[in-house]
Structure formats: C-alpha cells, structure tokens
C-alpha cells in the first residue's frame, strides 16, 4: 500500500473503536510511557492533544501538570508549513482550529524552542519496527524534526503498528514506539 491507502485504512480503523477500548488502551499506553526513562527525565516536552478517534493524550497532559513538567503543543502555520511548539499550562489555553485540532493560543501561551525539550511525543498513523511513521500527509513534524536532537517517542495503539511502511529520504524514525502491548520498537 501507498501512503495514501494506508492513512484512509487506518483511519476507518481507528474510528471503528469503541469509546471504552478507546480509553482503556490510551491509559495502558500512558502508564508504560510513565515507567520509561525518557519521561522520568523530560521536564520539558513536546505532544499533541488528540482529537476524538486518535489515542487519548489528555492523561499524559494532566500527568505532566501534576508532576510540574512543561507541556508544549505545536501550533501550525499552513502559509509555510511550519509549526513552533508554546507552552500550555491548562486546557483552556488551547483553541479548536481547522480539521478538530486544538492548538495553543498565541496570546496567552509562549514558545517553546527545540533545544527546550527532552522529548517530543511524535503522533502518526501507522508505525513500523525500523521507527518510521505515516503521519497525517502535511510534513509538518518530519520538518521540525530536522532541526531536534532530544527523544523521539511515539505511542500507538497495537493495530496502528505493522513490519514496514513506505518511506522517504527526508523521513525522520522514532528512537521509541509503544503500545498497549509493551515496546514495539
């Protein structure tokens, strides 16, 4: 499959699921997220807030909050296909922008650089074994990290995981993918 098959497979997958596996599969990946080193250490990081078919991020964000790290969220700039990441220190910093997703609030949140956070929780579609993704097709994340040295984490519902997926030079993999299952990479 193409990356076009495999994001219009996954998707109808994704929004096949039930509300309940939903939630218990997204706490189970957040629990074993919370058990590794990369999230021990991080006290600066970056993450997406999920929107209502992906894995739920909010556990993670509250987490966070409760053990004082620095949440940073993208926000995206489709004029130049370039996202910065802000600091968001409650939900009601973020605001519903195009295709569902929230993003920070320019004026009441500042930015976050790269060289800021430890790891950077890297969302995506479907995963292979080598840590390459297949994300939502805007680039946005492949051109960031480019210019991002620290962790590179994704986390994933098992089914969102697969031997190989197609891809690109310019393609950046994940040092870590895990899922309800444990380490997939």
Not at 67 to 82: D, H, L
Not at 86 to 109: G, W
Request: aromatic share 12%; net charge neutral.
């Amino acid at each position: 499959m193409d990356k076009i098959q495999w994001r219009k497979e996954l998707k109808k997958v994704l929004l096949s699921m039930g509300k309940e596996e939903r939630k218990a599969k997204s706490k189970a990946v957040s629990n074993l997220l919370f058990q590794t080193d990369e999230w021990k250490t991080a006290d600066c990081f970056g993450i997406t807030v999920s929107r209502g078919f992906e894995l739920d991020t909010s556990y993670i964000i509250d987490q966070a909050w409760r053990e004082g790290k620095t949440v940073a969220v993208p926000k995206c700039y489709s004029k130049n296909k370039q996202m910065e990441f802000r600091e968001i220190r409650s939900f009601e910093e973020l605001e519903n922008v195009y295709m569902d997703l929230y993003e920070p609030k320019l004026e009441v949140t500042s930015r976050v650089v790269a060289s800021q956070m430890n790891m950077i929780i890297v969302p995506g579609l479907v995963f292979d074994r080598e840590g390459y993704r297949i994300g939502y097709g805007g680039g946005y994340f492949d051109r960031y990290l480019q210019t991002y040295f620290g962790s590179k984490l994704s986390l994933a519902y098992t089914l969102q995981t697969t031997t190989s997926v197609p891809h690109e030079n310019f393609d950046i993999p994940v040092d870590k993918i895990i899922t309800e299952d444990g380490r997939f990479k």
